[in-house]
């Protein structure tokens, strides 16, 4: 049980286009999904908190005009790079909140994103 | 603010045992996590400590000093398999209402030598 899955593992883009990344929980409801972002021999950085139903709280220093988070359902949240450049190119990790009184967070297997 | 504090890298040798260290600062502090992360891939659980002292569970254990703000995991009879990036997280509540945020250190990457 337990399992995130992201959509797509990997994706190449053109600088200036917008790209959609999918985080979906498969065998139970998140209320709360988390995105961050992983640059090379760096750490996880939290970019933003998603709640289901309602907007998405970012973290300070990321623009919320250029990363479009939805969390439209229990099991569904999106992250939109707008009008992506080479700087934006990343490793893109989602995690949802363990079910119940925990704060464990299951992490899906991660997009990469490279913007030429 | 926060700070958390973990070696960049370290070498061991098969079969031997390693201890990877984390210190931090925070406040509204409820836990620590290490997670496990191979090159490319998510990471994956591997402990949670939110009271002092050691849990062991087979090969793995992590330890937590509030106190002291420290925690260290230790690898046991170490594999080849072992050889990945070890991340301490900690948890901080805030605002009430089970609003938190973990906040990642930079991850020691261990490296297992024949």
């Known amino acids: 049980g337990a399992v995130v899955s992201q959509h797509p593992s990997w994706v190449i883009c053109k600088s200036g286009t917008s790209v959609k990344i999918e985080c979906r929980s498969l065998d139970f409801q998140a209320t709360t999904m988390f995105w961050y972002r992983q640059f090379p021999k760096q750490s996880l950085m939290l970019m933003a908190t998603s709640n289901e139903g309602s907007k998405a709280t970012y973290e300070q220093g990321v623009e919320k005009d250029k990363f479009l988070i939805n969390h439209a359902s229990l099991t569904l949240s999106t992250l939109t790079v707008t009008s992506a450049h080479p700087e934006d190119s990343s490793f893109y990790i989602c995690s949802a909140r363990s079910p119940g009184l925990t704060y464990e967070q299951y992490f899906g297997p991660g997009t990469r994103l490279t913007v030429t | 603010g926060q700070n958390i504090d973990q070696p960049t890298e370290m070498t061991a040798t098969e079969g031997a045992i390693v201890q990877i260290n984390c210190t931090y600062q925070?406040?509204?502090?409820?836990?620590l996590f290490w997670y496990q992360q191979h090159a490319g891939e998510a990471p994956t659980f591997l402990s949670y400590n939110v009271l002092d002292g050691l849990e062991e569970k087979g090969r793995f254990s992590s330890f937590l000093s509030r106190s002291k703000g420290y925690s260290y995991l230790l690898l046991k009879e170490l594999q080849m398999k072992d050889s990945a990036s070890y991340l301490c997280a900690v948890v901080r509540v805030y605002s009430g209402a089970g609003s938190y945020q973990l906040t990642f250190g930079k991850g020691t990457k261990l490296s297992v030598i024949p």
């Open positions: 925070t406040s509204g502090f409820n836990g």
